[in-house]
């Protein structure tokens, strides 16, 4: 996960503090893989005040095995429509934006035998939107996911 750009919501920017003391602003995003058990809590992306806390390397890394062959995870891609992330205020108790990323537009299609580049390679600054109105831009954010298959050991 890259970087919180800018949020306001009602009103408050959380990238800034509020209020006196060291009241922040504390922030999530959520995101689960399409297809994911629905019980499953997905992975949760704690902000800090909009920032990372301190501690964290440069960005959370996450890596998932894929077992299947790359063709079958394009088309799981394709289905796939959006990745979806839900944006969580503790302080309001409740998701306030979400952005959703059409995946297939980061497929490099038409891999040739041998090419070792990320089938995805996925890198930019998306919109965050109010949940209940998807018209009314809230914030943006930078994430980058990177696919890798390696060779198969039989």
């Not at 750009?5 to 408050?12: E, N, P, Q």
């Amino acid at each position: 996960m890259g970087d919180l750009k800018w949020l306001t919501y009602d009103g408050v920017n959380y990238l800034e503090d509020y209020g006196a003391g060291p009241k922040l602003r504390d922030l999530y995003a959520n995101f689960k893989f399409w297809g994911e058990d629905p019980n499953s809590k997905g992975i949760y992306l704690k902000f800090k005040n909009g920032m990372k806390p301190k501690k964290e390397t440069a960005a959370n890394k996450y890596k998932y095995v894929i077992n299947c062959p790359e063709p079958s995870f394009e088309k799981y891609l394709d289905d796939m429509g959006a990745l979806v992330l839900d944006f969580y205020s503790v302080q309001e108790g409740l998701t306030i934006g979400t952005s959703k990323i059409i995946v297939k537009l980061f497929i490099k299609r038409r891999k040739q035998p041998g090419d070792m580049a990320p089938l995805l390679e996925l890198r930019g600054t998306f919109p965050i939107t109010l949940t209940m109105n998807n018209d009314v831009k809230i914030g943006e954010f930078s994430i980058a996911i990177t696919s890798s298959f390696g060779n198969k050991t039989q």
